[in-house]
């Protein structure tokens, strides 16, 4: 049979990185993985007998397809405790993960042939996604000096339909203010196009909070997970808020993509929400790895990086050591057996010159992966 051109998508890299070093493994070899976003704490456990304990009493058939309605009541709570934002939650819209969501909410703003800005480096599914669905990512290449987000300048003659931005980013942990983000609200909604805030790293955070696009503006659609914070990667559960206005398109796509997000899954996620102590517990793991990083990859020779304010990712600016970052990878898993991720996966354009570090595994496996490092570049010469 034929292919499809919008099936015609470019590969997320990092889980290629995943199986090579899968791969590897499998031959014998202990690999340190800093290659994937993925915490290697389980679920909490309140999460996990919650499920236990509901598999025991219930079918766990189809729920609504907006979501179970404590579930998403517990949401809106949510932005309450940590935003002090009064939520309906009639809005919540839970998802198949934050992916589902994004299939969700492109699809419920967007017609085939509108062109959604993103800035660059990003998370590159949301390219593929874009292209999958007959839309057109516009990837814009952020600066520097503005650690790598999106500001109203870059979108400056651009012709777009929707704006998407993610605070703390991927594949950078760097974080938006509250003005910086009120400024690009503002510059996007005057255009008449939708903004999207991609959040799912918060919760995630170190030295300051990140800011919810809800603090700024009711006409926004967020976008965010369990998979992070929550340590709830596989169990494919996520959120989106969305205006009122939008709530029976989103329900109606909802319905006949997905039916419902996983029952299972929900009810999981409504106890992890709970779970604060073990959660907290989480973050402190990722506070010191952060700390290790920072001090550990200029050691080794990565030292052009920028301190990230959320997430558990470090960005490094390898252009020095080399024009080829996929090939840079390779050899350090191939000599240091160490996964890290190429730029390339973020940035098209100038990630040739770009690696990410993930900090998300355990203490101990951080210090095991920075040792090798500086072994590998110190014999590399």
Not at 176 to 189: H, M, R
Request: glycine share 8%.
């Amino acid at each position: 049979m034929r292919n499809s051109s919008r099936g015609a998508v470019d590969p997320f890299i990092v889980m290629d990185v995943m199986e090579q070093a899968r791969a590897a493994e499998a031959a014998g070899r202990h690999i340190i993985h800093m290659e994937v976003g993925q915490p290697s704490s389980p679920a909490p456990e309140a999460a996990r007998k919650a499920l236990a304990t509901a598999m025991e009493r219930d079918a766990l058939g189809y729920t609504v397809a907006l979501g179970i309605p404590e579930l998403r009541a517990r949401i809106a709570r949510l932005y309450g405790e940590w935003y002090d934002v009064d939520l309906n939650p009639n809005r919540v819209v839970v998802t198949p993960g934050s992916s589902g969501g994004f299939i969700l909410a492109f699809s419920a703003l967007f017609d085939a042939g509108d062109r959604v800005a993103l800035g660059a480096p990003g998370y590159p599914s949301y390219r593929q996604i874009l292209k999958a669905l007959d839309l057109r990512p516009v990837e814009v290449q952020t600066a520097a000096e503005n650690r790598y987000q999106l500001t109203p300048a870059d979108l400056a003659g651009i012709d777009y339909e929707g704006a998407m931005v993610a605070s703390p980013s991927n594949p950078t942990g760097t974080m938006l203010g509250k003005p910086e983000l009120s400024a690009l609200v503002e510059a996007v909604q005057a255009r008449g196009a939708a903004f999207l805030s991609d959040e799912i790293y918060h919760g995630i955070d170190y030295d300051k909070k990140p800011v919810t696009a809800l603090q700024v503006s009711d006409d926004v659609c967020v976008i965010n997970s369990f998979s992070k914070y929550f340590s709830m990667t596989g169990w494919r559960v996520g959120w989106l808020v969305v205006p009122e206005a939008q709530v029976r398109q989103v329900e109606r796509l909802a319905q006949n993509f997905f039916i419902c997000a996983p029952n299972a899954s929900q009810v999981a996620a409504l106890a992890a929400m709970d779970a604060t102590e073990e959660l907290q517990a989480n973050l402190a793991v990722y506070a010191k790895n952060r700390a290790l990083m920072m001090e550990g990859l200029p050691k080794a020779g990565f030292d052009r990086i920028a301190p990230p304010d959320g997430a558990f990712y470090v960005y490094a600016d390898v252009g020095h050591l080399t024009d080829d970052s996929r090939a840079f990878a390779a050899e350090i898993l191939e000599k240091a057996g160490v996964a890290v991720t190429p730029g390339l996966d973020f940035d098209p354009e100038r990630g040739a010159g770009t690696l990410r570090f993930s900090y998300a595994r355990g203490t101990a496996e951080i210090e095991e992966g920075l040792a090798r490092l500086k072994t590998f570049m110190e014999t590399r010469g």
